[in-house]
């Protein structure tokens, strides 16, 4: 099931309604981008994202990017078009009671960005609050991860049947020991084969699982049993296959397979843009004895050489559970300070034993891209260099743009585990741009402009051959250098470091270290320095020595480093391993000058380090957490981009879970600042205090959840500049939030309706110290918003959903500040209906949505579409959708600007805004 954009809603015209209103919401905000985050989501489902731009730039890539709460790492996603918008599905295996935060990345074909949060959006990302459930097992935070979701790790013994094995039709005996697996709790026990639920089928006694499943059909079948803790932890999903055999042990009868094929194309009508995309994506999945092989692709229309590959292949080997081979695209997670969830094109090797584990890491982070496909996205002339010298010769400076280089990665993890008790890791990540990847001279279509700078050259639009031809007509000189173009530097980056655990009081307290260290070079255009050139890295003398400083008189000053570059390796030796030249990060890892006086104090803060430290229990009814991290203002992971630097953390938490997990009460603190260097100027202080209570009893009684977050910020300024300007900031953000859902049931009916309201409200903390015209620019808001499913006892499902949002932005109007209201209503209903014993779904709806502010807008939706299967192994579905808009009136600042003496007003009349058509073939084998 999925919860879309607004907590309780699951249909899709309700998703349309919130992208409208997204239209109104950040149209005075985030320029072309408009996106409302959801209210909430719930644990285990599905939560679905939806942005749109009016910019009639062509969107050439869209990502959503999203992490736990709390994390250090974003999984990055690509988002697909649907229904005038871009949409991102965040699986809800990754939704935990600790909430979600997640940022919008979207490129154009000209190089600009659109991000929501438009603001530092991977430091501040959007926060949505998650409902917890009792039957979706409890996870907490820093747990191994499986499917994204945190759990903890158990001894489950597998009876029956062993991993690839075979097995004749009339002997499938599933059973499984949970004798070295404590405090397990019975009720949470799921068993899934092939995905269906057999629980009901099997037998829970003395520690064994057993089930003797009716009869499957021939073929590979998969088994999963899923469990948690008395204490409410989810503990990591036991997952194996078998076959089931024919009569006799033939080589056929061991091979068995199943997968998917589907084909999709829309066309979609948005202001004055078409848009046709095509897309086939399918996957197969089949084994034999301890083999299991599954591939998955997706190719689409979308896919361009100029930009980085949208196409998805991937082919996955496991020989049972020791050893699995991935080749294609991948995401690997090998740790959060090297790379966590970011995708890879190549090669990953991951060894699995009881003590012992391996994980090899090889491919491109980044593809080559000769040139962005647009003018001056190729060649760009710089006309303003041009020169003429003293016999009227001008030469004239080509540079290259919009070239992308070829980034390698090379990343491998070490595990030990000690006993199951102390477990050791090390890692390393070598990351680096091939500068031979991106060519000099590229398509002969790219052109670029000629502007009147360009003496002797007719201003104009040029290819490369026609500028030459130019040029020589002129008489003058073309200049395109070798390398060191303007359109970026090629990077190189090492990463290294180790991990350190342990647990106690078995298994339910659990300590965890890691410590990292990073080498960064943002330019390595001309390799590796000389032993000359690293003699004058942090002085001006040629003396053989490294950091020694002399004053008029020939004598040393200060405290020197004087180290011999005789004494250290050449780096053209090593350059393979990292490039060492002046633009590395950084150049020494600490002062030295400090270490000799507090070693200790500035090992911890070298500002290309990150490490951690963490302690966690997961003990009954209370699971608590006290983290400390740290990450340098130097520290680079190039297979981690997207990681806050210069960054001090200090976390709290702690969970109660009362009335058999009905009743879940948490709490957290957070400190975050960026004072790492003493010479930090400006720093920032955050104290989150976070609050929320969720209760749900049970199916079929009320659920309700409550969350309060208060954020407070503090830059430490005390004065208001020498130029007048007030930078103080001390402020303080509350957001509340109340769910309700009331499940009600009669004559064969189930309807759930719910009720949410939310509110955020902004203090500035020095307005009694500030000037009257100073402008707080924090906006207030106020949502409410009834929303009704239902089920009833045809093959009918309805769900009707009203919202309201109310806007307080603050303005400057006529030197007084003023927080001006803005106002949307929206209205949807959709519905479903099966036909022809349920081979035939029929759905539709409709949507309404009026906004209020200086800019009165109406739009109406319409969708109608239905999905057939036309045999038992092939469906079809088509669907299509019609948005009408209309403008009323706009008050341009309550001003007779035309001096008819009326306040000037425009509008336009009903007209499409978007319409689109969606065509959907499956076939499953």
Do not use: C
């Amino acid at each position: 099931m999925i919860a879309r954009s607004y907590a309780g809603t699951y249909s899709v015209l309700v998703g349309m309604v919130l992208l409208l209103s997204q239209l109104v919401l950040h149209a005075q905000t985030s320029g072309d981008l408009y996106h409302l985050p959801p209210e909430s989501g719930t644990e285990g489902e599905d939560l679905e994202l939806t942005v749109s731009v009016t910019t009639q730039q062509k969107i050439i890539e869209a990502n959503l990017y999203y992490r736990e709460a709390g994390d250090l790492s974003y999984r990055e996603q690509p988002l697909y078009y649907r229904d005038g918008g871009w949409v991102g599905i965040i699986p809800g295996d990754y939704l935990t009671p600790n909430g979600l935060e997640y940022v919008i990345i979207l490129k154009t074909q000209s190089g600009g960005i659109y991000a929501t949060p438009s603001e530092t959006p991977f430091e501040t990302p959007h926060f949505v609050p998650i409902k917890s459930t009792p039957e979706s097992g409890r996870s907490f935070p820093g747990s191994d991860r499986v499917a994204g979701r945190r759990t903890i790790s158990a001894d489950v013994l597998i009876l029956s049947p062993e991993p690839g094995d075979l097995v004749p039709p009339d002997e499938v005996v599933i059973a499984v020991s949970l004798f070295n697996v404590p405090d397990v709790d019975t009720n949470s026990i799921r068993v899934y084969i092939d995905g269906d639920d057999y629980t009901s089928e099997t037998e829970i006694s003395e520690g064994i699982i057993n089930l003797v499943p009716e009869k499957l059909d021939v073929g590979f079948h998969n088994v999963r049993i899923t469990m948690s803790t008395d204490y409410g932890s989810a503990i990591q999903p036991t997952e194996w296959s078998f076959t089931v055999s024919k009569s006799g042990f033939g080589l056929l009868d061991r091979i068995a397979y199943n997968g998917d094929i589907n084909t999709r194309m829309s066309s979609e009508y948005a202001g004055e843009s078409i848009l046709n995309i095509s897309e086939i994506k399918g996957k197969i999945e089949g084994g034999i004895t301890w083999v299991n092989m599954k591939g998955t692709f997706r190719l689409t229309s979308r896919e361009s050489p100029y930009q980085q590959p949208l196409n998805r292949l991937n082919g996955t080997i496991n020989l049972g559970e020791y050893l699995t081979i991935q080749a294609g695209d991948f995401n690997p997670s090998l740790n959060a300070f090297t790379i966590d969830g970011k995708r890879v094109r190549g090669l990953g090797v991951n060894v699995r034993l009881p003590w012992f584990r391996f994980q090899v890491v090889r491919g491109q982070l980044n593809r080559a891209i000769q040139w962005a496909g647009e003018k001056d996205r190729g060649y760009y002339l710089l006309s303003q260099e041009t020169k003429t010298d003293s016999v009227n010769q001008a030469t004239y400076y080509l540079d290259r743009r919009g070239y992308v280089f070829r980034r390698d990665i090379n990343a491998y993890r070490l595990v030990v585990d000690m006993y199951s008790r102390v477990i050791l890791g090390l890692h390393v990540l070598k990351a680096k741009d091939q500068v031979e990847s991106v060519k000099k001279i590229i398509s002969p279509s790219a052109t670029f402009t000629v502007d009147t700078l360009a003496a002797g050259i007719d201003p104009g639009t040029y290819t490369l051959d026609q500028f030459q031809s130019a040029v020589d007509t002129a008489g003058g000189i073309l200049v395109l250098p070798e390398k060191k173009w303007g359109g970026g530097d090629p990077e190189d980056n090492l990463v290294m470091g180790f991990d350190l655990g342990s647990t106690f009081d078995q298994q339910k307290l659990v300590f965890e270290f890691s410590w990292n260290i990073s080498l960064y070079n943002r330019n390595i255009w001309d390799g590796a320095m000389t032993r000359a050139e690293m003699d004058t890295t942090l002085d001006d003398s040629l003396d053989g020595f490294i950091g020694v400083q002399y004053d008029e008189s020939g004598l040393v000053t200060g405290t020197p480093l004087k180290i011999d570059t005789a004494s250290i390796l050449d780096p053209a030796t090593y350059e393979g391993l990292f490039t060492v030249n002046a633009f590395m990060t950084p150049l020494l890892p600490f002062d030295f000058s400090a270490f000799q006086k507090q070693p200790i104090t500035t090992v911890i803060n070298m500002p290309s380090s990150a490490f951690h430290l963490r302690l966690k229990g997961r003990y009954p009814r209370n699971n608590f957490l006290i983290e400390y991290r740290q990450i340098g203002p130097e520290y680079v992971s190039l297979g981690n981009p997207y990681l806050t630097s210069n960054l001090r953390e200090f976390i709290l938490q702690n969970r109660l879970s009362l009335l058999d997990n009905k009743l879940q009460i948490s709490a957290s603190y957070k400190h975050r600042d960026n004072k790492i260097l003493r010479t930090t100027l400006d720093p920032l202080n955050t104290n989150t205090f976070s609050t929320s209570v969720t209760l749900v009893p049970g199916p079929g009684v009320p659920s309700f959840m409550f969350n309060v977050q208060s954020i407070g910020k503090d830059n430490e300024k005390k004065k208001i500049e020498s130029s007048g300007m007030d930078l103080r900031e001390d402020s303080r953000a509350v957001n509340s939030l109340l769910s309700i859902n009331f499940p009600v049931s009669f004559l064969g009916m189930k309807h759930s309706f719910v009720v949410n309201y939310s509110e955020v409200n902004n203090k500035d903390l020095l307005a009694a110290e500030r000037k009257n015209n100073y402008l707080f620019q924090k906006t207030d808001s106020k949502t409410y918003s009834v929303n009704l499913s239902s089920r009833f006892v045809r093959p009918l499902r309805t769900t009707l959903s009203f919202s309201r949002t109310d806007l307080f932005l603050p303005i400057m109007k006529n030197g007084i500040v003023t927080k001006l209201p803005y106002t949307w209503t929206a209205f949807a209903m959709n519905g479903s209906y099966l036909l022809r014993e349920n081979t035939l779904r029929l759905n539709g709806g409709f949507s309404y949505l009026h906004s209020a502010g200086s800019v009165e807008t109406s739009l109406f939706g319409v969708k109608l579409g239905g999905e057939m299967k036309i045999i038992e192994q092939l469906s079809l579905s088509v669907s299509g959708n019609l948005e009408l808009s209309h403008t009323g009136v706009f008050k341009d600042d309550m001003q007779d600007n035309d001096g008819d003496g009326k306040i000037d007003e425009w509008g336009e009349p009903w007209g499409i805004n978007a319409s689109g058509m969606l065509l959907t073939l499956g076939y499953k084998f």
